[in-house]
Each structure stands twice: as C-alpha cells, then as structure tokens.
C-alpha cells in the first residue's frame, strides 16, 4: 500500500503563510490525495482533496507536484484556530478495495 | 443535518469483557471505516466497508469483529482477545459521486478504557 511521510512538527508565526509537505512516492495512478486535520479528542475534520490539478477552497489550497510524488498544504494566513495535526491522506480506489491509510500526521504550532 | 454519530463518547470495560461500539450515518455513504488511535499517533486503521454485508480487515484487525447488516449502521466490538483496547476510536464514512472522489466524514470518537 502506497505510503505518506510528513514532518512531525512544524511552527508558523499567526497571519503568516504555512507549507505543509508531505512525500508519497508509491502513490498510484488512481489515488487520491487527502488532507484532513484534528485537534485533541476529536474526530479529523476534512480539510481538502485532489487527484493531478492544485485545489483551492475557504480553508486552503493544494499543490500537487506534476510527478505526484509530493503535495503541499497551504495555509494562507495562519490563525490560533489551525493549530492541530494535519494528516495527509491517499484514497486507495482501486479495483479490489476501497480504504483511507493514515500518515504519521504534523503537528502544526501556531506562535501569537 | 447529516453526519456520522459514535456512542457513546467514554466507556469503560473490565478486562475479559467484550464491549460494542456504536457508528450510525445518515449520509448515505456506502464506506465505512473504523480507525484506533492511541496517544500521541496517527490512526491506524481496523476494519473498512466499502458495501453491506461486506467488509475488510485493516491493519490491526486481531481482536476486533465488526458488521454491516445496514447501510447506515458499522458497528465494532471489541473482544476480550485484543490485549490492550484503551484507545481512541473514530469511525468516518464516505463515497464517490459520479467517479470522483469526495471527503470523509469522522465522528467525534469513542474513548474506551479498560479498568
């Protein structure tokens, strides 16, 4: 199964921009990539999604390397209220099967 | 409103017993999945659906048993044969519209501690 390696930890300064990588160099033709984030003893709350095209939404944009082996999670002005773990996610839509597998997740601190 | 429902929020078990918990959605998702998470970690997934009466083992399936005798319901019970159940578990649904892939949908967990 196709995996995701994020950082473990990263830190934005509040009103600034944030990058959140994430590297899934086994991903396959029909995966999808997912962003999901979650703050302590709740459930993820989804984020945004993408197959090939960068993704734009009210809470944030998706860049999706040309290769696909990489995307990238921006935050476009970082609040107090995104501090929390940000997991990306492959959508494994094959023939067969049909399950979402969890990378280790980072976790984003956001400094007043 | 739609969504996905987990009950209860806490529960506690003795050792030996089997516990069940409880994930409705109304959502008319056909997937549905169950995911553990212990502190500090990502979520490892359990079980998934993707259709009733069908459904798959994850990656830490020993000691766990679900079922999908309705669409809206993806119960998971936890047997005295998992050896350490104290976790956090979440429970999300979702499904494809016209091919193209949508996002899931979490309930807001189950916090089971074995006493």
């Known amino acids: 199964d196709a995996k995701t390696t994020q950082p473990n930890s990263m830190e934005s300064n509040e009103e600034e921009p944030v990058h959140l990588p994430c590297n899934h160099s086994?991903?396959?033709?029909?995966?999808?990539i997912h962003w999901y984030r979650q703050l302590p003893s709740q459930g993820p709350e989804y984020v945004i999604h993408g197959l090939t095209s960068n993704v734009n939404n009210r809470m944030a944009s998706l860049a999706i390397a040309e290769d696909r082996k990489s995307s990238t999670l921006i935050l476009h002005r970082a609040t107090l209220r995104d501090a929390a773990v940000y997991y990306c996610?492959?959508?494994?839509?094959?023939?067969?099967?049909?399950?979402?597998?969890f990378g280790p997740g980072t976790s984003l601190s956001v400094i007043p | 409103d739609g969504g996905i429902t987990q009950s209860p929020k806490y529960l506690f078990r003795k050792e030996g017993q089997n516990v069940t918990l409880s994930c409705e959605q109304n959502?008319?998702?056909?997937?549905m999945y169950w995911y553990r998470q212990d502190p500090g970690q990502g979520l490892r997934l359990i079980y998934y659906s993707q259709i009733v009466n069908d459904f798959q083992k994850g990656d830490i399936a020993e000691g766990y048993s679900v079922s999908r005798e309705k669409k809206e319901s993806f119960p998971l019970t936890v047997t005295s044969a998992q050896k350490n159940p104290t976790a956090f578990y979440l429970c999300?649904?979702?499904?494809?519209?016209?091919?193209?892939?949508?996002?899931?949908?979490f309930g807001q967990g189950t916090r089971l501690t074995v006493v």
């Open positions: 086994t991903i396959s033709g029909t995966d999808y």
């Open positions: 999300a649904s979702s499904t494809r519209q016209q091919g193209r892939d949508t996002e899931a949908f």
């Open positions: 959502l008319n998702h056909d997937a």
């Open positions: 996610i492959l959508r494994l839509t094959r023939a067969s099967y049909d399950k979402v597998i």
